[in-house]
């Protein structure tokens, strides 16, 4: 078989690209490898055609070169395509270096026996070098992008392989010597800087000298043995890829451990050293990992100062760039007063202060430096580690212009009100008199329009979520602050107060504050609750509310309210809700009024349900000590058993009756597309995990455009027999896409009642699709005329292309609009019908077809479908 043409490779490499896995299942899957490294050597295929190849197996060598013996298979015939280049300038060099790298890496195949390793790595070494250019490898011109090429591929198998390098740390230096950098100075630079490191880690975690190899200056090409002994070493005790900085302590101690001779200890910091003076002629990006690399490597490290970092301190520390000054900060959090002093610690607060103030600054960019200030590496630490504090010489007055402010964005004032809290805990009790406003003031007044915000009725959810956001952040940095406190609860109690329809975000803040806001916000909520009229509107609200924080207190107001809510739980809903609050109750102790409730409600609730949750409750009641009643309605850690339900007591008796939230083993997806009837219908295919029973699934459509969805009743569901479609009739109110939540509730083979909620799913445009009635043959192009005219003049008419990719028209229409066609006359003209539910119509003429296209003439008596209509078209050619 010849090379294929460039046509066939765009449609082979579009159709992997859209699913490789499926693309390598198929017929054509194993051949795509080998076809690969074959057309590489045509020429038939241009040079920009086969650099599209090369993109391929660098985007998915895991894929194409699956295993060890493929990937060294693949390496050496892209070795074998190098060589056989011409000596002219040719495109194809650098990604033929990348591509054999990384199918060298992906498929596990370097190595010490692995004769494409041993024939690339020289190679490489010496591009990188300057000694392999003119050998066949390529003309002059080249030099300098191979060079940078070959760098990137030596540093990417040093990542790979850490210690790989380790024997020609005295040649890369060299490459940098001083009469000049040979070759391109950032991929030499970072190069150097990655082999240093991981050399400087295996030598000290082995407790080895260095061994003169920051000296050695072994050919690349000749017989200088790659120390694949160090990078087995850095297999044992690196992770490749890891980010080096903030080292463990126990990766200081190992540092440590490395003890250089005076000699090594001077040639160490003559490399850093010239790493450092080479550092300016680096990109930002660059130049921060460089830095971080050296200060992980010095870091620990006995008797190399960090002195040496002084002339790149100075000249950093007014950089723009953001990655620049992350590494400015990271060598502070590292070196501490040993590199920087008070005046540069005083330089980089004021710097930060200023910078963050800055107007135009990117939302990004203003959290980076605020961040940097919340979390300032200090010279001197005060208190435990880990409390947060402010830096030592950031003083209130310097924060002024950092205070936050309502019309900020949320995240901006989360961030700033964090910065506010720190300056309201070193405040204590002082007032700043005849200074403005004190920290702890401006606090308390940011609150309150926090709360009058989230307490405005029908205002957006995310008010409401930004305002318990701010309360939590508070009551986390002023937890031992009563002074604060007190007017946080009061503030929260106002504002469930005004919205209790909140109490879902209340429930959400009890659980994450600590005992210091938790406890007297509790006790304040449960008396707001009981305070209520039984009637009150928003019931079902206090009762979620009055189950999270319901105790021993107050137990006569409690169960009064109780009481006088339980005539107006009708639904089953409240009625769960009131029984939750009495379990909340058992939980807590409360006995005497609690049992005369509970006989109440099994002779009044409507519901069987709950009739029968509340006799357990009053039998357990009854007849359970306090310890037992714990255990028994108490999380479960065995399978309760129907059958034993009321006799077992430690088994959980709530879970057999309770509707328990549960990973849903339940996997719902759209299946074909069912074109007939009055209204449109979802079929809707159901697959299991486990056996199912009394499967109920509930839809809900967000907003108005769908009436609403009745439920889907399965009997009985088991993994591996198939099971009939489910069908679902749709009822949109105007023909728009939407989604479909899905909450599932079902039992288990163990009789518990589950509740699950299931990933969305898509109600596309062509789903509402429906066909008009099949007019008498014979008049169906009289028919579908009839149509074309009623849509004017009170519809609209539009004109548009469509793309036919390789499909044709037939193709195209036997595909997606087959049940609509009214007048066909294949295989290039077409006159299709559609209904849109409710009353709209969609008439569509696909005349004159092209091989590119058709040019497709619409009118509809609804302009708001034309967008939806010119997408779905569009969208036709790649559709499966």
């Known amino acids: 078989m010849g090379p294929l043409s460039r046509e066939t490779w765009a449609q082979r490499l579009g159709a992997f690209r859209a699913s490789p896995s499926a693309f390598m299942a198929g017929p054509e899957g194993e051949d795509l490898g080998r076809d690969l490294l074959s057309d590489l050597r045509s020429e038939k295929l241009s040079e920009q055609t086969k650099v599209s190849l090369l993109a391929l197996s660098l985007e998915y060598p895991a894929e194409l070169w699956p295993d060890t013996p493929a990937a060294e298979a693949a390496v050496t015939s892209l070795l074998d395509t190098l060589d056989l280049l011409p000596p002219r300038s040719s495109a194809l060099r650098r990604p033929l270096l990348l591509a054999a790298t990384t199918a060298l890496v992906a498929g596990g195949a370097l190595g010490p026996t692995s004769g494409a390793s041993l ?54 230096r060299g490459l940098l010597g001083q009469g000049g950098p040979v070759g391109p100075v950032q991929p030499l630079s970072l190069l150097l800087a990655l082999a240093l490191r991981n050399t400087l880690a295996i ?28 990078a087995e070493e850095g297999d044992a005790h690196l992770q490749p890829q890891v980010s080096p900085w903030l080292a463990s302590e126990e990766e200081e101690c190992g540092l440590s451990a490395l003890e250089p001779s005076p000699e090594e200890a001077l040639e160490l910091r003559a490399a850093v050293a010239q790493l450092l003076d080479t550092s300016y002629l680096l990109t930002p990006v660059a130049q921060a990992q460089l830095l971080w690399q050296l200060g992980w490597a010095l870091r620990g490290l006995r008797g190399q100062l960090p002195v040496l970092f002084k002339p790149q301190l100075v000249r950093l520390l007014g950089t723009a760039q953001l990655t620049l000054l992350h590494a400015v900060l990271a060598l502070k959090a590292a070196f501490g007063e040993a590199l920087f002093t008070a005046q540069d610690e005083a330089l980089l607060l ?8 800055h107007p135009a600054l990117p939302l990004p960019a203003h959290l980076f430096y605020l961040h940097c200030l919340l979390s300032f590496p200090e010279n001197c630490p005060l208190g435990p580690t880990g409390e947060e504090a402010l830096p030592l010489l950031l003083e209130p007055q310097l924060c002024c212009g950092l205070l936050p402010s309502l019309l900020l964005d949320p995240m901006a004032l989360l961030a700033r009100l964090h910065l506010l809290c720190l300056l309201c805990a070193e405040d204590e009790e002082k007032e700043e008199k005849g200074q403005g406003q004190s920290p702890r003031r401006y606090l308390e ?28 952040l508070v009551a986390h940095c002023l937890a031992g602050q009563p002074t604060v406190l007190r007017p946080l609860i009061r503030g929260l109690a106002h504002l469930y107060r005004a919205r209790p329809v909140l109490a879902p975000h209340f429930v959400d803040l009890l659980d994450q504050v600590g005992s210091e806001l938790g406890e007297p916000l509790r006790v304040v909520l449960q008396q707001e609750v009981v305070s209520r009229p039984g009637g009150d509107e928003a019931l079902g609200w206090h009762l979620q ?34 029984l939750q609050v009495c379990r909340a109750l058992l939980r807590a102790g409360v006995g005497g009024g609690l049992a005369d409730l509970l006989q109440a409600l ?89 056996p199912v029973y009394s499967l109920e699934l509930r839809f809900r459509v967000e907003g ?54 299931l990933p969305p799913l898509p109600v596309n445009f062509a789903d509402l699709f429906l066909p008009f009635p099949q007019p008498p043959e014979g008049a169906t192009l009289g028919f579908f005329e009839e149509l074309w005219e009623s849509c004017l003049p009170k519809g609209t008419e539009s004109r548009l292309w469509c793309p036919l990719g390789p499909q044709g028209l037939e193709d195209l229409v036997s595909r997606h609009l087959e049940p609509f066609v009214v007048v066909a006359q294949p295989p290039t003209s077409y006159h299709i019908a559609i209904r849109l539910p409710p009353d709209s119509r969609l008439l569509l003429r696909l005349e004159k077809a092209q091989a590119e296209g058709v040019p497709v003439v619409l009118r509809t008596d609804d302009w708001s479908v034309l967008p939806l209509v010119g997408d779905y078209l569009r969208g036709l050619a790649t559709a499966v």
């Open 445 to 472: 007044e940011l609150l309150a329009s926090l709360w009058q915000r989230a307490a405005l009725h029908g205002g957006p959810r995310a008010l409401a979520t930004l305002c318990f956001q701010a309360s939590y």
């Open 203 to 230: 030598q000290a975690r082995a407790r080895a000298s260095l061994q003169g190899l920051l000296t050695a200056r072994v050919s690349p090409t000749g017989g200088g043995p790659w120390n694949w002994t160090l």
């Open 602 to 690: 099994a002779r009044q609730l409507e519901d069987p349900d709950g009739r029968d949750h509340a006799r357990l409750y009053y039998i357990l009641l009854s007849h359970l000590s306090a310890p037992k009643l714990g255990v028994a309605l108490g999380p479960s850690l065995v399978v309760p058993a129907l059958a034993s339900s009321l006799v077992a007591e430690n088994q959980g008796f709530a879970a057999t009756l309770m509707v328990q939230e549960a990973p849903a083993p339940i996997q719902l997806s759209v299946g074909a597309r069912r074109a007939e009837g009055p209204v449109p219908v979802l079929q809707l295919q159901v697959e299991v995990l486990e």
């Open 545 to 578: 509310m009055l189950a999270k924080v319901a105790d021993r207190d107050a137990q006569s107001a409690t169960l009064s309210f109780l009481q006088a809510a339980a005539v107006h739980c009708t639904n089953w809903g409240l009625q769960q809700a009131l």
């Open 350 to 357: 004021h710097r930060l202060i200023l910078a963050a103030q």
């Open 704 to 757: 108005q455009l769908y009436a609403p969805l009745g439920a889907v009743h399965v009997p009985c569901l088991c993994p591996g027999r198939p099971a009939r479609p489910l069908l679902l009739p749709l009822q949109p109110r105007r023909p728009a896409p939407t989604q479909l939540d899905i909450r599932a509730l079902y039992t288990t083979t163990t009789g518990l009642t589950c509740y699950a909620h």
């Open 119 to 172: 024939r690339l790595l020289p190679l490489l070494l010496g591009l990188a070098s300057g000694r392999a250019l003119g050998q066949g490898i390529g003309p002059s011109s080249e030099q300098r992008p191979l060079q940078a090429t070959a760098c990137e591929c030596l540093r990417e198998l040093e990542s790979c392989k850490p210690g790989l390098l380790g024997g020609y740390l005295g040649l890369l």
